[in-house]
């Protein structure tokens, strides 16, 4: 079996979705839905069984699994980059990690886990996916220190020659629906397009950018997925690795590609950031791929206009999820 943490989630259920496509349904999901729609992302796909988050913990705790497993994909976690509660960040992020990674290892089972682009905090001491300048890594907010918590103490371990950890950068694509705030800028600016005709983005608080040129590294939630799955079909290539397109590009490209693709004409507004996010706001991010590359990732990846496209025509204007009609959403 194959136990995907964070299963209902976005990059989550976008895993089991390719993992159906490539002939494999022997798959347990672990996830929290709660009261949102976020059950939906799994209307379609095939798995054996649906544990909740705590449930399994405690089987985990116990050895109490009575089922043989054979890799854990891990991507269940907070991934609020707003979350205040340090204490639940803690427990949710960083020790539920622990615990799979220490069962992992004792039954040598596959470990491949989420960390985050926000461990590299402010982007000063650069976006290099090297282990042994970890330490130098000040993240912004307690998301990315809770992620980079984990990836030191794997580190400190002994630990980096056993697991895959992995460093996503700006994700973006169908069944990202749920996640409110946290939902890409595709996703949000395709709702004020269709309901305003016009896109909303930060001002530049940073005298090197201009309005709408801070610049991230923009990836396709298909291009992350088939970067993950590498690391499940590579069990010997092991470390911290970046998951991006190596290409920085700005929100302007970004919210043009969408507009292309809607067929409408390019109308942004700039508005003022919110006083409390401005010391904390990445102006700049692009990973390093040369490791990725290295260990033998040769598979394309999508640019923007390209992704946006797909994401757009394929998905948002149809109302699709992956393998799903959402027939509650309105169309554009």
Same mark, same amino acid.
């Given at each position: 079996?194959?136990?995907?943490?964070?299963?209902?989630?976005?990059?989550? %259920?976008?895993?089991? &979705?390719?993992?159906?496509?490539?002939?494999?349904?022997?798959?347990?999901?672990?996830?929290? +839905?709660?009261?949102?729609?976020?059950?939906?992302?799994?209307?379609? +796909?095939? =798995?054996?069984?649906?544990?909740?988050?705590?449930? =399994?913990?405690?089987?985990?705790?116990?050895?109490?699994?009575?089922?043989? $497993?054979?890799?854990?994909?891990?991507?269940?976690?907070?991934? %609020?980059?707003?979350?205040?509660?340090?204490?639940?960040?803690?427990?949710?992020?960083?020790?539920?990690?622990?615990?799979? @990674?220490?069962?992992?290892?004792?039954?040598?089972?596959?470990?491949?886990?989420?960390?985050?682009?926000?461990?590299?905090?402010?982007? %000063?001491?650069?976006?290099?996916?090297? /282990?042994?300048?970890?330490?130098?890594?000040?993240? +912004?907010?307690?998301?990315?220190?809770?992620?980079?918590?984990?990836?030191?103490? $794997?580190?400190?371990?002994?630990?980096?020659?056993?697991?895959?950890? +992995?460093?996503?950068?700006?994700?973006?694509?169908?069944?990202?629906?749920?996640?409110?705030?946290?939902?890409?800028?595709?996703?949000?600016?395709?709702?004020?397009?269709?309901?305003?005709?016009?896109?909303? !983005? =930060?001002?530049?608080?940073?005298?090197?950018?201009?309005?709408?040129?801070?610049?991230?590294?923009?990836?396709?939630?298909?291009?992350?997925?088939?970067? %993950?799955?590498?690391?499940?079909?590579?069990?010997?290539?092991?470390?911290?690795?970046?998951?991006?397109?190596?290409?920085?590009?700005? &929100?302007?490209?970004?919210?043009?590609?969408?507009?292309? @693709?809607?067929?409408?004409?390019?109308?942004?507004?700039?508005?003022?950031?919110?006083?409390?996010?401005? /010391?904390?706001?990445?102006? =700049?991010?692009?990973?390093?791929?040369?490791?990725?590359?290295?260990?033998?990732?040769?598979?394309?990846?999508?640019?923007?206009?390209?992704?946006?496209?797909?994401?757009?025509?394929?998905? !948002?204007?149809?109302?699709?999820?992956?393998?799903?009609?959402? /027939?509650?959403?309105?169309?554009?």
């Amino acid at each position: 079996m194959i136990v995907v943490t964070g299963g209902a989630g976005f990059i989550g %259920s976008a895993i089991v &979705w390719k993992l159906n496509r490539m002939g494999e349904d022997k798959i347990i999901i672990v996830d929290e +839905l709660g009261k949102d729609e976020k059950w939906r992302n799994l209307n379609g +796909l095939r =798995f054996e069984d649906f544990y909740h988050k705590d449930d =399994f913990m405690g089987l985990i705790l116990q050895r109490q699994i009575q089922f043989k $497993i054979t890799a854990i994909i891990h991507l269940g976690a907070c991934s %609020s980059t707003t979350e205040k509660d340090a204490d639940y960040l803690m427990d949710n992020n960083f020790h539920y990690s622990q615990e799979l @990674a220490k069962y992992s290892l004792e039954k040598g089972v596959r470990f491949v886990y989420a960390s985050s682009a926000a461990t590299y905090g402010d982007g %000063s001491t650069g976006y290099e996916d090297d /282990e042994n300048k970890m330490e130098n890594l000040r993240p +912004l907010n307690m998301y990315g220190y809770s992620k980079h918590l984990f990836d030191t103490w $794997i580190k400190r371990n002994g630990l980096m020659n056993h697991v895959a950890g +992995l460093k996503y950068f700006n994700v973006y694509g169908p069944n990202e629906y749920h996640k409110g705030d946290m939902r890409s800028v595709v996703h949000k600016a395709f709702e004020q397009v269709r309901d305003t005709g016009k896109v909303r !983005l =930060f001002k530049s608080y940073h005298p090197d950018y201009k309005d709408g040129e801070q610049k991230r590294d923009f990836i396709y939630v298909k291009d992350a997925v088939d970067m %993950s799955l590498f690391f499940l079909e590579h069990q010997d290539k092991n470390g911290i690795y970046n998951v991006g397109t190596g290409r920085a590009q700005t &929100w302007i490209d970004l919210v043009t590609a969408l507009f292309d @693709a809607v067929g409408k004409p390019v109308n942004i507004e700039f508005i003022d950031m919110p006083e409390d996010i401005r /010391e904390k706001y990445q102006y =700049f991010t692009e990973a390093r791929l040369n490791k990725l590359k290295n260990a033998g990732y040769t598979k394309p990846i999508m640019n923007v206009r390209d992704g946006v496209t797909d994401y757009v025509k394929n998905y !948002l204007l149809k109302d699709f999820y992956f393998g799903i009609k959402n /027939e509650q959403q309105h169309t554009a």
